[in-house]
């Protein structure tokens, strides 16, 4: 490529999200669907105790990789995110290693919250989605009704993020208030029956199952419940406020967000003696326990929790994915088409089409196998925190070092730098839980196959694009990604 083929002017989105909607980006991606379907596994692996105490600890772990985002958003206030920020420290391979594992984390749960949503009619209204059965995978029986669903989910979506952040932002927000209600009704709701004693609590951890391992093998799946709130930098460019703010906005979503997870799992435990629940094998436990403390009316609510939580990771996620290859399609590590903007409404219709087709796949080969995919992604958004923290890490400086002209505003602290290194570690040990063979959380077969899968896909991928990539001078290349942000503030 030569270098008249680079634009001279750099294509830039708008800035037309407010702080409430960013706030819900964060907190309706992190949330999504598992907060209603998944307590029963969650209770079968740790135990209530166990549970709550490895949400809390994982959020806070969250946090801890959070003050690396915060500073980082405030620096590099691009689209990208993790991807610019291991440009910025690292050079552009380990950008492109960055990026790449970080689309496919977030469209592997754009589609199965797509797959979530036809779970809902399943199991509501079987007879809507259960027509003209197609195949099974691993067990699963796939039904043509059921892809029709979730194909309508991922279009609608689709069409609402064309349409603009600011539309998709104010419908994220209202999602997430109506989601925060149901929980509320919910939790309160069983913690006040009659019929729901604390015994129903114990015992607090599964029979033969230590504490320790319990806890921990909830611990492992942070990166994943709590994925979104890093959602937040990749719309950092589009912010209609000083990204200063970004920080507190990913605090407050993390915290919520552990409320909603353990306001669940409690609602789950206390409905109904959850060692017998559990033990059923039940395809919803929570339905199940919530149907049988509140008859319809609490299906009802349950069933509009998981939609809203449904539709705030389906669009959290789209925004997420479309500005994650809008930003890479920019300083041209894939094609440049996907940084091209729709002509009215200014956003990245292409990669969003993009994301919209490659999801379109998913639901035909049925929710099992879909869930070895997204078990597989946590390495990557693991890999993504990991490099964001080193980033930050590598730009941090203690607080007694020399000032130098043009530093950002904070580099120089001993505190940020020693919880960055902190991050960095967390991120190392999620990934170690999920990779160490006996571990508690460790991946399967099927989702280590999936993953090397992606590992090649990907190396195949770079080598195609490395003569577009050379074509580019690193002033070119710090344009595109940086715009005019410095990239000089490591050591």
Known sequence: MSTAEIPETRTELKRSLRPQWVWAIALGSAIGWGAFVLPTDWLSTAGPLGTVIG????????????VSYG????TFPVSGGEYAYAYTAFGRLNAYICGWFLTLGYMSIVALNASAFALIFRRMVPWVVEWVPLWEVAGWQVYLGEVVVASLALLVFAVLNVRGATLSGRMQFIFCLVMLGAVGFLLLGAL????????NLSPAFPEGTGALPAVLAIVAIAPWAYVGFDNVPQAAEEFDFAPSRAFGLIIMAILVAAGIYVAMVLTTAVAFPWPELV????????????????????????????CMGVFTGLNGFYVSASRLLFAMGRAH???????????????????????????LIAPWFGREALVWVVDMSSVGVTIAYTYTCLAAFRMFRWS???????DPEGVRSTFK???????????VGFFLLLMTPGSPAQLGAPSLVALAVWVVLGAVFYLMHRSAQEGLTDAEMDRMVLGEHRR????
């Not at 500073?71 to 405030?74: D, E, K, P, Q, V």
């Not at 395809?283 to 149907?291: E, H, I, M, P, Q």
């Not at 007694?400 to 043009?406: I, L, N, V």
């Open 55 to 66: 949400l809390l600890l994982g959020g806070a772990l969250m946090c801890l990789i959070a």
């Open 488 to 491: 000089d503030t490591a050591d």
């Open 400 to 406: 007694d070092s020399p000032a130098r002209p043009g």
């Open 333 to 359: 590590t894939i094609p440049p088409a996907f940084a091209r903007l729709h002509k009215d409404t200014g956003t990245p219709a292409l990669a969003i089409w993009f994301v919209t087709a490659a999801c």
């Open 192 to 199: 006040l029956h009659p019929g729901t004693p604390l015994s």
């Open 417 to 427: 730098k020693v919880m960055s290194g902190l991050g960095t570690a967390t991120g």
């Open 71 to 74: 500073f980082l958003i405030r």
């Open 279 to 306: 033990g059923g094998a039940p395809a919803w436990g929570t339905a199940d326990a919530v149907s049988a403390l509140f008859g319809n009316l609490g299906l009802l609510v349950l069933a509009l929790g998981l």
